[in-house]
């Protein structure tokens, strides 16, 4: 089954026209600035005064505003005469603080989310913004539109349909910066809604087919393990957690390669872990629990919708990415506290928790990168254990890494992006936590649970330069804040795609 119709981000053009001149635009939103000495205007003010008779600074007066990154102020058109766009039904001042990306970011949410219903908005806030700021503020607008339903009646509210950046000068220099921004709010987008898919619809073939669809829009090569080739190549991790589903576990492969590819070009793998849904095995959550574990597979959506914009980007280093897919069920065939797997390439783990299922998984598809990839890199992104949210609340995730370069990189990605990363500590003095006296590894080493989990990944990384995102905590929003809407984020997706664009990916990063 695929996906029924959702509503569509608002697609969005470049114009040299100032904002009050595009024809058909109901909404014009004008940029303003927070200063010392009160709200300043920005771009598009004086075309706007000069054309319509309004007190712009007793209006933001009145309503108390400050310019500050978010705030917007609102203004009805009653009459259009004497107004070159007869459309023009509201003025929107959008506050955009100092002007920074994040500050801009914050911006282009606050209108998405002011103008959802309206058919045309045009802004003149990039007019303002270098390249790293316009490509923040269309990732807010994108973002910030967000929407899903399952409702019969279809959505109850949908983003507004075209929005145009106005008063550029030069708009063939900043198509790159749109084509990029709009590459990456996308791969967001689709992380989001493979998260918000209720577990009814999505098990780990439809990951498989959402991959399909993605590799074959992006021109990327895909490869799919199905129950019998996971038993018969020894993914004892994936076969072990979903093998009481009713649905069997997949192993997805997805390959990126650049057209300046040769023979010494770097090349990243990513892993996501995509557990479909998770109740926990028989180590059973309790009901409260369960409420969010459809989106159990964000770190595995997040690859595939990295995968399918890395072109877009131009990425300049080949890039594989594998999701380890599978139902955590509860059943008579359900794996069993006790249990000892074996994974790919042979090491063991003894199974004390079942519910800390997405290291079991995440280990099989890391240990096959570095059997058979060659990479220079890995990656892997999971929600992986609540130890990370309480760490760092729901706004930060965590990031563990062997190497101090590529944790620089993705941290410095992460910061550009609007995702933030803290790097956690990969603490040796917990390793004799994951002891068992009849495997290799215990899976559930307690306390710190965070940092033991990754300590129990890095055994399969071949001490490659390896990197650890667990998103566990930001992978659900519980209230819309400026690009984050209440669900699933789909976080990830923006860091890793400002960090695989960058002409070195890899800089300072050495085995």
Avoid at 398 to 426: C, V
Wanted: charged fraction near 20%; charge should be negative; include cysteine.
């Amino acid at each position: 089954m695929g996906l029924p119709s959702q509503v569509a981000p608002p697609q969005i053009a470049l114009s040299d026209a100032p904002a009050t001149g595009v024809v058909g635009a109901d909404v014009v939103a004008i940029p303003v600035l927070s200063d010392a000495d009160g709200p300043a205007l920005g771009p598009g003010a004086a075309e706007l005064l000069d054309e319509l008779d309004l007190d712009v600074f007793g209006l933001l007066e009145q309503a108390q505003a400050t310019g500050k990154a978010g705030e917007v102020v609102l203004h009805p058109v009653l009459s259009t005469e004497g107004l070159s766009n007869d459309s023009l039904r509201c003025l929107l001042f959008a506050g955009i603080g100092a002007g920074t990306p994040a500050d801009l970011r914050r911006a282009g949410a606050a209108l998405a989310r002011r103008t959802k219903g309206k058919q045309t908005l045009a802004t003149s806030v990039a007019a303002l913004a270098d390249d790293a700021g316009l490509r923040a503020f269309v990732e807010g607008l994108v973002l910030g539109s967000f929407g899903f339903h399952r409702r019969s009646a279809g959505p109850t509210e949908t983003p507004v349909s075209r929005v145009v950046l106005a008063g550029l000068t030069d708009c063939a220099s900043r198509e790159d910066a749109l084509g990029r921004a709009l590459a990456v709010a996308g791969a967001g987008w689709m992380a989001r809604v493979f998260a918000l898919v209720p577990s009814n619809e999505k098990n780990p073939q439809w990951m498989a087919d959402r991959a399909a669809e993605v590799a074959t829009s992006s021109g990327l090569g895909i490869k799919v393990w199905d129950e019998r080739d996971l038993a018969r190549e020894g993914f004892g991790g994936l076969i072990g957690v979903g093998q009481a589903s009713a649905t069997p576990p997949r192993l997805i492969r997805l390959d990126y390669t650049p057209a300046s590819s040769g023979p010494d070009t770097p090349h990243v793998v990513l892993a996501g872990k995509g557990i479909t849904f998770d109740t926990g095995g028989l180590s059973i959550k309790p009901a409260d629990g369960m409420m969010t574990m459809k989106r159990d597979m964000t770190g595995g959506g997040v690859v595939i919708a990295v995968m399918g914009a890395l072109a877009d980007v131009d990425c300049p280093v080949k890039v594989t990415g594998l999701v380890a897919c599978a139902e955590n069920a509860v059943g008579g065939n359900a794996l069993r506290p006790g249990d000892v797997l074996r994974h790919y390439g042979g090491r063991t783990s003894e199974v004390t928790n079942t519910d800390a299922e997405g290291r079991l998984v995440l280990a099989d598809a890391l240990a096959y990168a570095v059997a058979e990839l060659e990479p220079s890199v890995l990656v892997d992104v999971a929600t992986l254990t609540g130890a990370m949210k309480v760490a760092l609340g729901q706004r930060t995730a965590g990031i563990f890494a062997n190497n101090d370069a590529l944790a620089a990189l993705i941290r410095s990605a992460g910061a550009a992006a609007g995702e933030p990363l803290w790097r956690m500590p990969l603490v040796e003095d917990y390793e004799d936590r994951l002891d068992s006296k009849i495997a290799d590894a215990d899976n559930a080493g307690g306390g710190p649970g965070a940092i033991t989990a990754a300590l129990f990944l890095q055994h399969f990384t071949g001490s490659l330069p390896w990197a650890h995102l667990d998103i566990a905590s930001v992978g659900d929003s519980p209230v819309d804040s400026y690009e984050w809407t209440m669900g699933a984020t789909g976080f990830g997706a923006r860091a890793l795609l400002h960090w695989l664009e960058l002409r070195e990916p890899l800089a300072g990063v050495t085995s």
